[in-house]
């Protein structure tokens, strides 16, 4: 994806080869990170080209700031929060189009995809909930972090990540729910008929 070449100071090693640390942190958080940060950025905005965009931007942000970034345990969570910062400038600089006919379900097959029809409800159910309540649950299940990352990548209290998971979890319960009763209503209906 994206690969900078740092000219800048080189460390010699313990062997008398040339390394660059600086540009070897950074490619390590490319390589480890790319795919998730794209996945997330496109669930962020449904849109390839700008999901791309958002991932570039998030890079050289990261390249600019990497001094700050102490604990590598701490880097998806760091990125993220770029991320969410970016997109976020895009509706102060200017009105994003989002494509109404892109979807999570057209994500280009070079990343997973499970066609399973219970993975499907759950994308749909994801769908109808209100992004402040879909977004920690996804931070949660998806990019797997806790419940003081999530509340930090999202600038709110601990207690609120834990409340708007806690209130997702059940939203999400009962748009299941319905539409499995749906389903299963459909089904007979067209046995019927």
Known sequence: MLAIQHTGTAA??????KTDTRTERFNSL???HSSYLYR???WKCQNRALADDLVQET?????RHLDQLKN???ARSWLTTIVRREFARLFERTRVEIDPDASPDNVAASIDHDTRPEAFAL????RKLPEKYREPLLLQVLGGFSLAEIATIMGVSTSAATTRLFRAREKMRRILTVEGENRAEDAGVAVRG
């Open 30 to 32: 490319v390589e480890l």
């Open 40 to 42: 997330y950025a496109y």
């Open 72 to 74: 590598p345990e701490t």
């Open 12 to 17: 010699v090693s313990t062997r008398g080869r």
């Open 59 to 63: 890079f050289l942000r990261a390249w």
């Open 123 to 126: 994308r749909q159910g994801l």
